[in-house]
Nanobody, 117 residues
Framework: QVQLVESGGGLVQPGGSLRLSCAAS????????MGWYRQAPGKQRELVAT???????NYADSLEGRFTISRDNAKNTVYLQMNRMKPKDAAVYYC???????????WGQGTQVTVSS
């Protein structure tokens, strides 16, 4: 059974930083595009950032360059470095893995991020 396990969420003050991690198991990680998504209360889940199997990254325009997605294929892990955080960044952050050729998509269980003073 494929597992995506997020970690690194928590409480951070405005202007602070957090790094989220998502460890994948039981998939051939290098074949999957990976992404981070978030869902705030009362809102739809939205894309934060993606990184392809070839390490091309893409970001939501609203992030203003504050976040960085990266992947370590040797560790089957994708990261999201979040800097200069704002209250509007507060949400449950989800890790996703996808392979279009195989038609497979997987989600993690989510990790809560709270931005508050």
């Amino acid at each position: 059974q494929v597992q995506l396990v997020e970690s690194g969420g928590g409480l951070v003050q405005p202007g602070g930083s957090l790094r989220l991690s998502c460890a994948a198991s039981r998939i051939i990680f290098v074949l999957y595009d990976m992404g981070w998504y978030r869902q705030a209360p009362g809102k739809q889940r939205e894309l934060v950032a993606t990184i392809t199997s070839g390490a091309t990254s893409n970001y939501a325009d609203s992030l203003e360059g504050r976040f960085t997605i990266s992947r370590d294929n040797a560790k089957n892990t994708v990261y999201l470095q979040m800097n200069r955080m704002k209250p509007k960044d507060a949400a449950v952050y989800y890790c996703g893995a996808g392979n279009r050729r195989l038609g497979q998509n997987y989600w993690g269980q989510g990790t809560q991020v709270t931005v508050s003073s």
